[in-house]
């Protein structure tokens, strides 16, 4: 059972396109992070969002976190090639960080 | 400096075989961990160590053995590998050890079992 889903799991768009990908759960997280993981290298951390409700933007990724802590949205603008990459969520609950199971985004130029 | 450090990178090796990957971090976490990234790109936790002691062990078979000779250190010994095995190995760390703190990846060291 995954605890984390995420959707869609393979998105693939033409540069300049919006999109959204969602990170969903039946379970309260105290807080979610985004990560980008490129091809041949580990994730990297994107954002971590604490409070319900709340929304973070860095540069077109724009994040949210659900008001009842349980789900996240990643919104990019704009896509770019440079965005391509294995998007990660990853919940916080009973003290450790379980991640979701990904959307591969291929942005084409 | 690379912050997370694993090797090898690339290990390729007879189903049987015994084998190790070794991480480092330089960061003073106090928190290192081991993941598998199975085919689907499924990250999974496999360990976590604590200041070199066990905190999180998820059913992993024992002939996975973790070793923390210190903080800095987490490697990752494999008995008897089986084909399904293969998979990229993530070592990673953290400040400390509650959910939500950052957590820092290596490079990942890809294992094929043939």
């Known amino acids: 059972t995954q605890l984390l889903e995420q959707s869609p799991q393979f998105l693939s768009i033409q540069e300049g396109e919006n999109l959204t990908v969602y990170c969903n759960s039946s379970s309260v997280f105290s807080s979610l992070q985004w990560y980008r993981q490129e091809p041949g290298e580990g994730p990297v951390l994107l954002v971590t969002v604490v409070t319900g409700g709340e929304v973070k933007k860095l540069k077109r990724l724009t994040f949210q976190f659900g008001d009842a802590r349980k789900d996240s949205s990643l919104h990019i603008t704009a896509a770019q090639p440079g965005d391509t990459g294995l998007y990660l969520c990853?919940?916080?609950?009973?003290?450790?960080?379980?991640f979701g199971d990904g959307t591969t985004l291929t942005v084409k130029p | 400096d690379t912050a997370v450090s694993q090797t090898p990178k690339y290990l390729v090796t007879q189903m049987g075989n015994d084998k190790s990957i070794k991480c480092e971090q330089n960061l003073g976490h106090d928190t290192m961990y081991w993941y598998k990234q199975d085919s689907k790109k499924f990250l999974k936790i496999m360990f976590s160590y604590n200041n070199k002691e066990l905190i999180i062990n998820e059913t992993v078979p024992n002939r996975f053995s973790p070793k923390s000779p210190d903080k800095a250190h987490l490697n990752l010994h494999i008995n008897s590998l089986e084909l399904g095995d293969s998979a990229v190995y993530f070592c990673?760390?953290?400040?400390?050890?509650?959910?939500?703190?950052?957590?820092?990846f290596g490079e990942g060291s890809w294992l094929t079992v043939v």
């Open positions: 990673a760390s953290s400040r400390v050890a509650t959910g939500g703190n950052t957590i820092y």
């Open positions: 990853a919940g916080a609950v009973a003290g450790k960080s379980t």
